[in-house]
T-cell receptor
Framework: GNSVTQMEGPVTLSEEAFLTINCTYT??????LFWYVQYPGEGLQLLLK?????DKGSNKGFEATYRKETTSFHLEKGSVQVSDSAVYFC??????????????FGQGTTLQVKP | DADVTQTPRNRITKTGKRIMLECSQT?????MYWYRQDPGLGLRLIYY???????NKGEISDGYSVSRQAQAKFSLSLESAIPNQTALYFC????????????FGPGTRLTVL
């Protein structure tokens, strides 16, 4: 079945450091890929998404490129801030005409950014 | 005002009690979902509904039931709560005819003693 695997956390960085959170997936067909972020005490919110191979999603300085050849969607940011401290979830939505809109989530990666 | 609301936000109950978690949305979306979040496991889908008359089981529906009372309301029930149902529960919505984004409520933290 379809699945998403993320790098384990927590990831601890100093402010202005470069961030990479790895995400790989297993899926049939052509899924859409997402990164959601969960700030402390809040629900998840969409950070960025990509719907086909080689698409790059970007938002708030974060980027991720849909790599079909490596089945990956790694999240990157060039310079993190303390306010980026949160839990990040990679997710996929099955593609095709029969897709149900259901999301399959990775286990989440906690990011802590220190001043 | 929040587009997706959940009540209660926190609940502590005892084993064997019946619990209902409620979700309301003002986004006008057709689809609604219930997830539970456990540390190290991400979010797992419990039930989902595409409209008032279309309800489907997710990957972990055992021990749960749902009711879609209206397009805007989707309730999750635990008929007889057990301690391993202690978790953070999220409701989400999406628009069938729109983009793929799901919109999440703030969550309900449930503790079963």
């Amino acid at each position: 079945g379809n699945s998403v695997t993320q790098m384990e956390g927590p990831v601890t960085l100093s402010e202005e450091a470069f961030l990479t959170i790895n995400c790989t997936y297993t899926a049939t067909g052509y899924p859409s890929l997402f990164w959601y972020v969960q700030y402390p005490g809040e629900g998840l919110q969409l950070l960025l998404k990509a719907t086909k191979a080689d698409d790059k999603g970007s938002n708030k300085g974060f980027e991720a490129t849909y790599r079909k050849e490596t089945t990956s969607f790694h999240l990157e940011k060039g310079s993190v801030q303390v306010s980026d401290s949160a839990v990040y979830f990679c997710a996929l939505k099955e593609g095709g005409s029969g897709n149900t809109g259901k999301l399959i989530f990775g286990q989440g990666t906690t990011l802590q950014v220190k001043p | 005002d929040a587009d997706v609301t959940q009540t209660p936000r926190n609940r502590i109950t005892k084993t064997g009690k019946r619990i209902m978690l409620e979700c309301s949305q003002t986004k006008g979306h057709d689809r609604m979902y219930w997830y539970r979040q456990d540390p190290g496991l991400g979010l797992r889908l419990i039930y989902y509904s595409f409209d008032v008359k279309d309800i489907n089981k997710g990957e972990i529906s055992d021990g749960y039931s749902v009711s879609r009372q209206a397009q805007a309301k989707f309730s999750l029930s635990l008929e007889s709560a057990i301690p391993n149902q202690t978790a953070l529960y999220f409701c989400a919505t999406s628009d069938r005819g729109g983009p793929d984004t799901q919109y999440f409520g703030p969550g309900t933290r449930l503790t079963v003693l």
